[in-house]
C-alpha cells in the first residue's frame, strides 16, 4: 500500500478521534425525534450528505434534500440538517434563516464552529477537520487536498449515525434493505 493511503487514513483517523461522541447521540437523537428532515451541503459536501439523506431514507425517515423536487417544506417539528464545513457560506445562511423563521430546528455541521450559520443553529456538531477554510499556508496539515479530509470524515460520521439511528429507532438492516429502491 502506497503511504500515501496510510496517511489519508491515519489523518481520517485522527479526525473521527476528535469527535465528540456525545455530541454525535444528541445530532441523532435530533434526527430520531424529527417529524420531517431537510438535508443541505454544497460542492462534494452535498454528495455526502446526500447519501446521508438517502440513508435516513432506509431508515423510514421523512427526508428531503434541498433543491429536489421531493424536498418538503419544513416547519415545527421538524430538522434542517446542514453541512458547511469551512463554516459559513451565503446559500447555507439563507436557507438556514428560512427553516429558522418556518420553526425548525437546525442541526449544524462543521470544522469552523465560530461564525453566523453556528449562532442560527440549535445544534452544532463539530468535524475537526481541514476545509478550504485553512487549506492553505502553514494552517494546511492534510495530505489530501482543500476540504477533501473533513468530506471523508463526513461519510464516515455519516455511516456510524446511521448505524446510531438504526439502533435508537429499532430498525432492522432487513427493514432497511427493504426500503431501498428495486428501481436500477
Same mark, same amino acid.
Given at each position: ?7 489519508? #487514513?491515519?489523518?481520517?483517523? /485522527? ?35 446526500? @447519501? ?5 431514507? =432506509? +431508515?423510514?425517515? =421523512? ?13 415545527? @417539528?421538524? #430538522? ?11 446559500? &447555507? #445562511? ?15 455541521? /462543521? ?8 449562532? +442560527? &443553529? ?10 478550504? &477554510? ?18 471523508? &470524515? ?20 432487513? /427493514?432497511?434493505?427493504?426500503? =431501498?429502491?428495486?428501481?436500477?
Amino acid at each position: 500500500m502506497s503511504d500515501l493511503y496510510r496517511i489519508a #487514513l491515519a489523518e481520517l483517523g /485522527t479526525v473521527m478521534d476528535g469527535v465528540d461522541d456525545g455530541a454525535v447521540d444528541t445530532a441523532c437523537r435530533m434526527i430520531a425525534d424529527a417529524r420531517r428532515v431537510g438535508t443541505y451541503a454544497g460542492g462534494r459536501e452535498g454528495l455526502q450528505i446526500k @447519501g446521508f439523506a438517502m440513508r435516513l431514507f =432506509h +431508515l423510514g425517515c =421523512h427526508v428531503g434534500v434541498v433543491a429536489d423536487m421531493t424536498m418538503p417544506a419544513l416547519g415545527d @417539528g421538524d #430538522l434542517f440538517v446542514v453541512s458547511v464545513g469551512p463554516g459559513e457560506i451565503s446559500t &447555507a #445562511l439563507a436557507l438556514m434563516g428560512v427553516a429558522k423563521d418556518a420553526g425548525a430546528k437546525i442541526l449544524f455541521l /462543521t470544522a469552523q464552529p465560530n461564525g453566523r450559520c453556528a449562532e +442560527l &443553529a440549535d445544534f452544532v456538531l463539530t468535524v475537526p477537520a481541514q476545509t478550504m &477554510a485553512n487549506d492553505q499556508g502553514a494552517s494546511a496539515t492534510s495530505v489530501l487536498p482543500m476540504g477533501s479530509l473533513y468530506e471523508g &470524515a463526513l461519510f464516515v460520521l455519516f455511516e456510524v449515525m446511521v448505524l446510531k439511528l438504526r439502533d435508537i429507532m429499532a430498525v432492522s438492516p432487513e /427493514t432497511m434493505r427493504g426500503n =431501498h429502491t428495486n428501481m436500477e
